[in-house]
C-alpha cells in the first residue's frame, strides 16, 4: 500500500512538472507570435511612411494596400497570442468540452476569416493594378475565405446540439471569464 501510494505521489509531481512545461511552452509561444506581429507592424508604418513621403500616385497605393495586409497578418499573429494566454495559460481551460472548442476555434476563425478576406482584397487590388494575370489567385484566397467562413458556420450549427446536452460546460466556461476581467 505504500508503494501504491508514493508512486501516485510521484505521478502526481511529475504530472505538474509537465503542465508547467507546456504553459511554459504556451507563453513561449504567446511571446513569439507577439514579437512577429510587433515586426509587422513596424515592417508596415515603414512602408506606409515611405509610401507617405513620395510621390502620391499608384505605386504609393499599392505600398499602403501592402501595408494594411501586413497589419491584417499582425493582428491574427496578436490574437493568436491573445488566445493562446488567456485560454491556456489564464484560464488554463481543458479544450474537450463542446463549449470550450467552439469558443476557443470561433476566436481563431474570427481572426482569420477577416484577415483572409483583406489579404484577398489586397491581393485583387495589386492584381487588378499590376498584372491581370494574378487575379485568379486572389479570387481562390476570397473563395476559399468563402468556404472557411461556411464551414465554421456548418460547425457551430452542428456543435449546438452536442453543447445542449451539457449544460453545466458551458456555465463553466462563462465562470472562467471572470478569471479575464
Not at 111 to 124: D, F, P, Q, R, Y
Not at 125 to 143: E, G, R, T, V
Not at 159 to 164: L, T
Amino acid at each position: 500500500m505504500r508503494l501504491l501510494g508514493t508512486i501516485y505521489i510521484l505521478c502526481g509531481i511529475t504530472m505538474k512538472f509537465v503542465t508547467g512545461l507546456f504553459r511554459s511552452m504556451h507563453v513561449l509561444t504567446a511571446v513569439f507570435f507577439a514579437m512577429a506581429a510587433l515586426m509587422l507592424i513596424i515592417i508596415a508604418v515603414r512602408m506606409g511612411w515611405q509610401a507617405f513621403g513620395g510621390e502620391l500616385d499608384s505605386s504609393a497605393a499599392q505600398s499602403i494596400i501592402e501595408a494594411v495586409g501586413l497589419l491584417a497578418a499582425a493582428v491574427v499573429a496578436l490574437q493568436i497570442a491573445e488566445t493562446i494566454v488567456e485560454e491556456e495559460v489564464v484560464r488554463d481551460a481543458d479544450i474537450s468540452a463542446p463549449t470550450r472548442v467552439r469558443r476557443f476555434l470561433s476566436r481563431f476563425f474570427v481572426v482569420v476569416v477577416v484577415a483572409l478576406a483583406i489579404e484577398g482584397l489586397v491581393a485583387t487590388f495589386k492584381a487588378i493594378h499590376d498584372d491581370m494575370a494574378h487575379l485568379p489567385y486572389a479570387a481562390s484566397i476570397l473563395a476559399s475565405t468563402a468556404l472557411l467562413l461556411t464551414a465554421w458556420g456548418a460547425f457551430v450549427y452542428f456543435n449546438r446540439s452536442a453543447e445542449e446536452l451539457e449544460p453545466e460546460a458551458m456555465q463553466e466556461a462563462k465562470g472562467e471569464d471572470s478569471k479575464l476581467q
